[in-house]
């Protein structure tokens, strides 16, 4: 079982940055490809990034590519959402994600946190 809570959400103009962070609990973080998702009100769950367990391989979404970065800290349990040049489109809840899969399909994660708001204002 591990538990997901994210955090480092908020609300910041347009062209800032802003980072977020998922603490994980249990002692096998390490072995958990991460994820990151976003919702915005009336629009369906997307995927924004992830990172494979295995070898740190990361992959973005079209639309945070350039912009996003996904990174971990495993000794922190920890991983992180650093996000530069926002745009008002990317406002929405943001979620974490957690699976012992090296790749995941969409969102099939295993387990989620409850997510952090990010808004961004032009």
């Known amino acids: 079982q591990v538990q997901l809570v994210e955090s480092g959400g908020g609300l910041v103009q347009a062209g800032a940055s802003l980072t977020l962070s998922c603490a994980a609990s249990?002692?096998?973080?390490?072995?958990?490809?991460m994820g990151w998702f976003r919702q915005a009100p009336g629009k369906e769950r997307e995927f924004v990034a992830r990172?494979?367990?295995?070898?740190?391989?990361?992959y973005y979404a079209d639309s945070v590519k350039g912009r996003f970065t996904i990174s971990r800290d495993n000794a922190k349990n920890t991983v992180y959402l650093q996000m530069n040049s926002l745009k008002p489109e990317d406002t929405a809840a943001y979620y974490c994600?957690?699976?012992?899969?090296?790749?995941?399909?969409?969102?099939?994660?295993?387990?989620w946190g409850q997510g952090t708001q990010v808004t961004v204002s032009s």
């Open positions: 994600a957690a699976d012992r899969k090296v790749d995941v399909t969409g969102s099939d994660y295993a387990y």
């Open positions: 249990g002692r096998t973080f390490s072995r958990y490809s």
């Open positions: 990172i494979r367990w295995i070898d740190g391989l990361r």
